[in-house]
């Protein structure tokens, strides 16, 4: 089993829709809990990071349920910007997983 | 701030050879810093951790004489490729994670890559 698992999309919406990603990871003592985006060929950027009372920015919203051992990450109104890939990062002691990403496409 | 950057950002090079990459950060420290390698379509896979001023950490079934890591500073750390194949190629991402007063010991930074091709 990998230890953290996506689903790889690709997801193809039009701009304004909202979606909502999830993933899962394997090692319940994981300390915190990220999403990335990557853009192609580039480096990984800090989304958010996730909380277990969930979190909001903006257009974005996250959430960590430990219990099940899943994040979830929603974005709403969503524009053309935002096509991308969405990395979940679970960590432990600064040993960071990454799931394979999640392709999004926002088309006009 | 918190700025890393990576040298080259590309790179062609013919097998057999040894490339080496550089990772920075710029404007602040790190005692740890971190190698990744992405091939394409897949996720980051974490190759090495890098201590500085110590032996590099490396990740099971990473070979650490053919990937040698040198962290000699709190602002740089480089990855040695020695005796590169094409089986090699691919794109490696470093990350810091910054020290001192408010830094989240589990924040890292990236540096923007470096895309090696080995023909």
């Known amino acids: 089993r990998k230890e953290v698992e996506q689903d790889p999309g690709p997801f193809n919406v039009p701009e304004g829709a909202t979606v909502a990603f999830n993933c899962t990871y394997s090692n319940s003592a994981s300390q915190s809990f990220f999403w990335y985006r990557q853009d192609c060929r580039k480096e990984p950027k800090l989304l958010m990071s996730?909380?277990?009372s969930g979190n909001e920015d903006g257009r974005f919203t996250a959430q960590l349920n430990r219990a099940s051992q899943y994040i979830s990450l929603l974005i709403r109104d969503s524009k053309l910007s935002d096509s991308a890939t969405y990395l979940c990062v679970v960590s432990l002691n600064n040993d960071m997983r990454f799931g394979a990403g999640t392709r999004l496409t926002v088309k006009p | 701030g918190a700025v890393v950057s990576q040298h080259p950002s590309w790179v062609i090079c013919k097998s057999g050879t040894s490339v080496k990459i550089e990772c920075r950060s710029l404007?602040?420290?790190?005692?740890?810093m971190f190698w990744y390698r992405q091939f394409p379509k897949q996720s980051l896979m974490l190759m090495a951790t890098?201590?500085?001023?110590?032996?590099?950490?490396?990740e099971q079934g990473v070979e650490k004489d053919k990937f040698l890591i040198n962290h000699a500073s709190l602002t740089l750390s480089t990855l040695t490729v020695t005796s590169a194949h094409p089986e090699d190629s691919s794109f490696y991402i470093c990350?810091?994670?910054?020290?001192?007063?408010?830094?989240?010991?589990?924040?890292?930074?990236f540096g923007p890559g470096t895309r090696l091709t080995v023909l």
């Open positions: 990350s810091a994670t910054p020290i001192g007063p408010g830094s989240r010991a589990d924040t890292q930074y």
């Open positions: 404007d602040f420290q790190a005692t740890t």
């Open positions: 996730v909380y277990s």
């Open positions: 890098s201590n500085e001023g110590s032996k590099a950490t490396y």
